[in-house]
């Protein structure tokens, strides 16, 4: 009688499938993952009490700051500074991020500090070029 047992081979862990299984969860976590649109520009909001727009996906968001520098963020969410705060530049420039979609939202978001001549000019040039749905950003005021 033979009782020798038969020898197995040894036992190894396969790390592929685990390395498939992270890279599926990191991709899952990539897609699902929202992205808040953040501005390095310091902006400091008037209050006001309101309700707030519904966010469609292309509009046109002037940046003006406390210094009365003028600032465009396009459909895409990148912000674009203006060589200067002239109103032809400023056209020029509505001119080219909105074409020749004059309904798109064009929302002005001013500093508290913001001279009054920089955000009336830009109301000029919206309603120069025929812009209808012009808004203002404010932050709303906390209820007691």
């Known amino acids: ?6 020898k197995r081979a040894p036992l190894e862990v396969s ?3 685990m ?4 890279f599926l969860l ?7 993952t929202t992205f808040n649109q953040q501005s390095s520009i310091k902006i400091n909001l008037p209050e006001a009490n309101g309700e707030e727009t519904e966010n469609t996906e292309k509009m046109i968001m002037l940046i003006i700051s406390s210094e009365g ?4 963020t396009d459909d895409k969410g990148d912000t ?7 109103a032809k530049t400023l056209k020029l420039a509505l ?29 000029d ?14 932050k709303t005021i906390p209820k007691s």
């Open 125 to 138: 040039i919206a309603a120069q070029l025929g812009f209808s749905r012009v808004t203002f950003a404010t």
């Open 26 to 32: 990191l991709i899952f976590f990539m897609v699902t």
């Open 69 to 72: 520098l003028y600032f465009i």
């Open 80 to 86: 674009h500074q203006l060589v200067n705060n002239k």
């Open 19 to 22: 390395i498939d299984v992270v």
């Open 1 to 6: 009688m033979n009782f020798s047992r038969k």
């Open 95 to 123: 001119i080219k991020f909105s074409g020749k979609n004059r309904t798109i939202p064009f929302i002005i978001s001013a500093d508290g500090h913001t001279p009054h001549q920089a955000v009336i000019t830009a109301i």
């Open 15 to 17: 790390l592929t499938p």
